[in-house]
T-cell receptor
Framework: EAGVAQSPRYKIIEKRQSVAFWCNPI?????LYWYQQILGQGPKLLIQ????????DSQLPKDRFSAERLKGVDSTLKIQPAKLEDSAVYLC?????????????FGPGTRLTVL | GENVEQHPSTLSVQEGDSAVIKCTYS??????FPWYKQELGKRPQLIID?????GEKKDQRIAVTLNKTAKHFSLHITETQPEDSAVYFC??????????FGSGTKLNVKP
């Protein structure tokens, strides 16, 4: 079974530039999550989709971050403009239907460095 | 708001010893608690989980215990091996399948 795919794996940009990350969840998984993991910390949920609808985006800095999940499959997360404090690993995860005890499977992450 | 606290932040044990990592959560409505292992530069991998209607769950050398009254849960690793060295994260499920993660425990198993 193919896992969660993410690209790019690494990205280096200067502050105030824009960047976009892509995620392809496991086939058939309805729920998709984007997490931000700052070095030395646990993952922090940014946004959660159920199919192509947003379930929770309360911790997404909406002045600079945006995300979409067209057709309920792939998703993109965008940062515009980037700040130094956005340097982190951005993890995408998916689960089957978001039910109780539904296992989340994580992608390899995109490591973003903002200079 | 919702919060998951994890202790200790670092743990060093001798190979063959046991390791225990503890987490507390704030929302009594939480009903599912997974544990993840993350090796350096790799993705978090689920190693064990427990639902709120169960007090303990074991899988070979790994066990998780849950105390709903005290709102804390623990990961127990017995007979530790060098390959157990990694960062371990606890998490708690809140409303609408939203997860909050602990800050992580870096486990070092010395040969």
């Amino acid at each position: 079974e193919a896992g969660v795919a993410q690209s790019p794996r690494y990205k280096i940009i200067e502050k105030r530039q824009s960047v976009a990350f892509w995620c392809n969840p496991i086939s058939g998984h309805a729920t998709l999550y984007w997490y931000q993991q700052i070095l030395g910390q646990g993952p922090k949920l940014l946004i959660q989709f159920q199919n192509n609808g947003v379930v929770d985006d309360s911790q997404l800095p909406k002045d600079r971050f945006s995300a979409e999940r067209l057709k309920g499959v792939d998703s993109t997360l965008k940062i515009q403009p980037a700040k130094l404090e956005d340097s982190a690993v951005y993890l995408c995860a998916s689960s089957f239907d978001g039910g109780v005890a539904d296992t989340q499977y994580f992608g390899p992450g995109t490591r973003l460095t903002v200079l | 708001g919702e919060n998951v606290e994890q202790h200790p932040s670092t743990l060093s044990v001798q190979e063959g010893d046991s390791a225990v990592i503890k987490c507390t959560y704030s929302d009594s409505a939480s009903n599912y608690f997974p544990w993840y292992k993350q090796e350096l530069g790799k993705r978090p991998q689920l190693i064990i989980d427990i639902r709120s209607n169960v007090g303990e769950k074991k899988d070979q050398r790994i066990a998780v215990t849950l105390n709903k009254t005290a709102k804390h849960f623990s990961l127990h690793i017995t007979e530790t091996q060098p390959e157990d060295s990694a960062v371990y994260f606890c998490a708690a499920r809140y409303n609408f399948n939203k997860f909050y993660f602990g800050s992580g425990t870096k486990l070092n198993v010395k040969p």
